[in-house]
């Protein structure tokens, strides 16, 4: 979230938005992140000289940026170089963040070792982190290629369910297209609009012959992916990752379930997947009642697709 709310910050003084304009957005990014306003160093007296003005490090961030859309999810390494960017630009503007600044730090080259570690300790010293309930499952594992030697243990996932608890009680954004438990009538509308438009495209889905029969349950459901891809481990061994996303708003943000090196048997990988699969069929069939501001509402979430690379 804090680097969504970076890149917002960055695209609004791109357009040239004067800072008297931004101070309401900023003051939300400080109270996110634990700044409070006394902490935000505001240069008035040279303000009118540097609105308006091209910063230096426009290409930069616009290659940062880029950067990102191409290779999809932020490495750590990437988060630091773009508050880097970041940090250089609004300063032009006579902006000082002390929590971006301390994120640039967190790496000092492109390809420093550490920078993952000490951006994730970064996000926990500071309470950044999203306190998500981390499930185990009980499987079997295989600890090596070379002398198979297998091990009974509590493998940890974060199951749907725990996300979608933890999400709501912060207002739900994440799985409303942006809007809060708050924006009832708007968030509905645009769920409802979401479905229409997707029977038209899908009219076999399950969902529209069971619980989606009724037009009055779209307005509740939220629709969501299983995404599948390969990532890269210690010494470079080859990960498969497991994630849930929504859809709305965007596709490119994904709710880890679980991380499963290569020496794993398929049948350890199999058992994890039933567990997301167990979720998924509950979360559809029986849905979730979550509370917010002494008002429940109550979701099911629908899978209408998997991704994953080419085999």
């Not at 492109?110 to 926990?124: T, V």
């Not at 438009?197 to 992916?225: K, M």
Request: with cysteine.
């Amino acid at each position: 979230m804090v680097l969504h709310l970076i890149v917002l910050l960055l695209l609004h003084v791109s357009k040239g938005v004067s800072l008297q304009a931004l101070m309401s957005g900023w003051e939300i990014r400080a109270s996110l992140s634990g700044v409070s306003r006394d902490d935000l160093i505001i240069s008035r007296d040279n303000r009118e000289d540097h609105e308006g003005s091209n910063s230096d490090n426009d290409s930069n961030l616009a290659d940062e940026l880029l950067t990102g859309f191409e290779e999809g999810a932020a490495t750590a390494a990437r988060v630091t170089r773009l508050a880097r960017v970041a940090t250089n630009k609004l300063k032009k503007h006579g902006i000082s963040d002390p929590l971006l600044k301390r994120m640039a730090k967190c790496a000092k080259s492109k390809k420093d070792p550490h920078a993952c570690e000490n951006l994730h300790n970064l996000i926990r010293n500071n309470g950044n982190q999203l306190p998500v309930k981390v499930s185990t499952v009980p499987c079997w594992i295989r600890t090596s290629r070379k002398r198979v030697h297998q091990v009974l243990t509590n493998y940890p996932v974060l199951r749907v369910v725990d996300w979608v608890k933890t999400i709501f009680s912060y207002g739900g954004h994440f799985f409303l297209g942006g809007k809060s438990l708050d924006d009832a009538g708007s968030f509905r509308e645009d769920l409802t609009t979401f479905w229409r438009n997707y029977q038209v495209i899908d009219p076999s889905l399950p969902f529209f012959a069971g619980p989606g029969r009724c037009e009055s349950s779209w307005a509740n459901t939220i629709p969501i992916a299983v995404h599948g891809d390969e990532g890269r481990g210690k010494c470079k061994n080859p990960i498969m990752v497991t994630s849930v996303q929504p859809i709305m708003p965007s596709m490119c943000t994904r709710l880890l379930f679980t991380v499963l090196p290569s020496p794993y048997s398929k049948k350890t990988f199999h058992k994890l997947l039933q567990v997301l699969t167990d979720d998924l069929i509950d979360l559809e069939t029986n849905g979730l009642t979550v509370s917010w501001k002494g008002t429940s509402h109550h979701f099911r979430f629908v899978m209408i697709a998997t991704k994953g690379d080419w085999p």
